[in-house]
């Protein structure tokens, strides 16, 4: 699924963008895709560029996760935060995930510590 933004609009879910600035960018991008068979899973957040832009599969966390095991890519580019491509690459043991922000972290995965997961796993076994 690839939304597109090629549309006048007075209300939009996601913000509208210029398309046209952006123009050489997204099919440099595109370009790149196809000479190395990747996709690219954006998460809801993403800027409008890369949602409309350059997406071919966008969804929340857990819609990503699923999707990610189904691509036919060599190359899986996460446009999302650590957690969401360290689960594509388990999914996709043989495939290269990429994550184009290095510092794309998220507070709420980052507030759990290995503690808490044996503490959680000790308390629900199975």
């Known amino acids: 699924m690839n939304p597109t933004a090629d549309h006048e609009c007075d209300v939009c879910i996601v913000p509208c963008f210029d398309r046209e600035a952006v123009a050489d960018d997204i099919a440099a991008i595109q370009a790149l895709k196809a000479k190395h068979k990747a996709i690219v899973l954006a998460h809801n957040y993403q800027r409008p560029e890369i949602f ?75």
């Not at 599969?57 to 036919?72: H, M, N, Q, T, Y």
């Not at 510092?103 to 290995?114: K, P």
């Open 52 to 126: 409309h832009g350059v997406a071919d599969i966008v969804g929340d966390s857990l819609a990503l996760a699923r999707e990610a095991e189904k691509v036919d890519a060599d190359v899986i580019v996460m446009a999302g935060v650590h957690f969401m491509a360290e689960t594509a690459k388990l999914m996709n043991p043989g495939k290269t995930v990429l994550i184009p922000d290095l510092e794309a972290g998220c507070s709420l995965a980052e507030s759990i510590t290995a503690a808490d997961v044996a503490a959680l796993r000790a308390r629900y076994p199975g």
